[in-house]
């Protein structure tokens, strides 16, 4: 009886030893896996040509980001710089931009504009 406690001890010893060894056998075997993959090139990113193209704002548009053809990129940026500048985000609701007497009639007569509106709203005084 003895004995037979005695191999089933020694049983019980080697399976933790075993799976620990297989465990880094794996763990090996999936580093030389990484390394040996080739790695892909960085692509650069390139600008949509469409973003990039001169737009002439309208009358209106032009007393704000003013009269000279820019990007559209551009003339959102220069519309965020106008808004922050003067104060017309909302405070208590950050997304929502309130109007002034220059922006009133760009924002269709609206007293607010969602931000996420705000290059629908340009679109339309773009050409």
Do not use: C
């Not at 933790?16 to 056998?25: L, N, R, S």
């Not at 763990?27 to 193209?53: C, D, L, S």
Request: glycine content about 2%.
């Amino acid at each position: 009886m003895a004995k037979k406690a005695k191999k089933a001890a020694k049983k019980a010893a080697k399976k933790p030893a075993k799976k620990a060894a297989k465990k880094v056998v794996k763990k090996a075997a999936k580093k030389v896996a990484k390394k040996a993959a080739p790695k892909k090139a960085a692509k650069k990113r390139k600008p949509n040509a469409a973003f990039m193209a001169a737009l002439q704002p309208s009358a209106l548009l032009s007393e704000v980001v003013g009269s000279k053809a820019l990007p559209r990129t551009e003339v959102i940026k220069k519309i965020w710089d106008y808004i922050k500048k003067n104060g017309l985000q909302d405070s208590k609701n950050r997304r929502m931009i309130n109007a002034d007497e220059k922006l009133k009639p760009i924002f269709d007569g609206k007293n607010q504009v969602s931000m996420f509106e705000l290059a629908k709203v340009v679109s339309k005084h773009v050409k």
